[in-house]
């Protein structure tokens, strides 16, 4: 157990809505950052937040957001999702000096 | 953006035997993580390197940093079924704000 939250574990939803993933850093860890891993594939940065302020982005999409909130928990916004979005999305965690990331388990979402 | 190759690909392996995946840069980089994920599993930190040459291992893993810091390998002896999985190497992107990982060895350890 890496205490970072993910929720929830599973998502299913069509083509067009929009969802939320939520993750919770493990405690006292400042730094959050959003992956996104399709199929057998490897894990491509989208964003990071530090104590509730964008950090660095990477390939996020305009239809998707996230913000980190005061009690750093933070959320990742999909919208008019495509069935290409389909993939698992793991939120990270890190703190103080140490560069080191805990994943957690990932929010494995299906487009249909 | 940074560029990260590790390779193989994929390795099938016989139970008992070493496996070694290498990682890659153009240019030369800061550290090195190494991370491994088993099926259906998340990504779990292994290591990090951050000197030149450095060497460290952890039980049957042996880990390198390559002295012009561009490269990295990760080296198993005598495999066990255990191995099994997704090993990524991670490295800071150009301007140090976030890690960019490789694609990945896949490991397959037959018993």
Redesign the interface.
């Known amino acids: 157990d ?1 205490g970072v939250t993910q929720t929830p574990k599973h998502l299913i939803t069509a083509t067009g809505q929009r969802v939320t993933l939520r993750c919770s850093p493990r405690s006292g860890d400042l730094s959050v ?1 959003w ?1 996104q891993q399709s199929l057998d ?5 989208l964003i ?1 937040y530090y104590n509730g302020e964008e ?2 982005k ?1 390939n996020i999409l305009e239809r998707f957001s996230a913000q980190q909130f005061p009690d750093l928990h933070s959320e990742l916004n999909l919208s008019s999702l495509e069935l290409g979005d389909s993939a698992l999305y ?1 939120c ?1 965690s890190s703190g103080g000096s140490s ?8 929010t494995r979402l299906t487009v249909t | 953006g940074q560029q990260v190759m590790q390779i193989p690909q994929y390795q099938h392996v016989q139970e008992g035997e070493d496996f070694t995946t290498y990682c890659n840069s153009s240019t030369t980089l800061s550290n090195i993580q190494w991370y491994k994920q088993r099926p259906g599993g998340h990504p779990v930190f292994l290591i990090q390197l951050v000197k030149s040459g450095e060497v460290k291992k952890q039980k049957r893993l042996t880990f390198q940093f390559g002295e012009a810091k561009k490269n990295s390998s990760l080296h198993i002896t005598a495999t066990q079924t255990t191995d099994v999985g997704t090993y990524f190497c991670a490295v800071l992107n150009n301007y140090g704000q976030n890690f960019v990982f490789g694609p990945g060895t896949r490991l397959s350890v037959l018993p």
């Open positions: 890496s950052y992956y594939q490897g894990l491509q940065f990071q950090r660095a990477g793991f990270a560069l080191k990331q805990y994943f957690g388990p990932g």
